[in-house]
């Protein structure tokens, strides 16, 4: 399998405007909880706000509400309000744009287990 290298834009000259796509990326998707919450969304078709609460029990109400809003607006998760009777129930999923991530979660993964075995060695 041949790698796929990107080109590094010597006319780049400040890479903190934001012009550099891998750190927009990490803009997008680099904070605490976003990677946590992407990867437990990617294991079922929907979840509800309290059970991705419980899979990531040091985060708080307000920063799990701020983190789901913030990757509603980046066009990676879709927020959906259930009908019914108070309590109201409100799940999230992943978009296609949020699934496209998990191969690139899963060599991140990889390589971060490499790292903390030569690390740990």
């Known amino acids: 399998m041949s790698e796929k290298t990107y080109p590094i ?13 891998i750190l927009h990326a990490m803009d997008v998707i680099g904070s605490k909880y976003k990677l946590p919450l992407m990867w ?6 929907r979840t509800r706000f ?15 509400a701020k983190s789901l809003r ?10 959906c309000e259930l009908v019914s009777e108070p ?8 978009t296609p744009l949020g699934k496209e991530l998990i191969p690139a979660l899963n060599e991140l993964y990889a390589w971060g287990q ?3 075995a030569r690390k740990n060695s």
């Open 9 to 21: 834009d010597a006319m780049l000259n400040d890479v903190a405007e934001k012009k550099c796509p």
């Open 40 to 45: 437990y969304l990617h294991e079922k078709e």
């Open 50 to 64: 309290n059970e991705l609460k419980r899979r990531i029990p040091s985060i708080s109400n307000i920063m799990l």
């Open 70 to 79: 913030e990757m509603e607006a980046d066009g990676l998760v879709t927020r």
């Open 87 to 94: 309590p109201k129930v409100v799940e999230y999923s992943l």
């Open 114 to 116: 490499k790292v903390l």
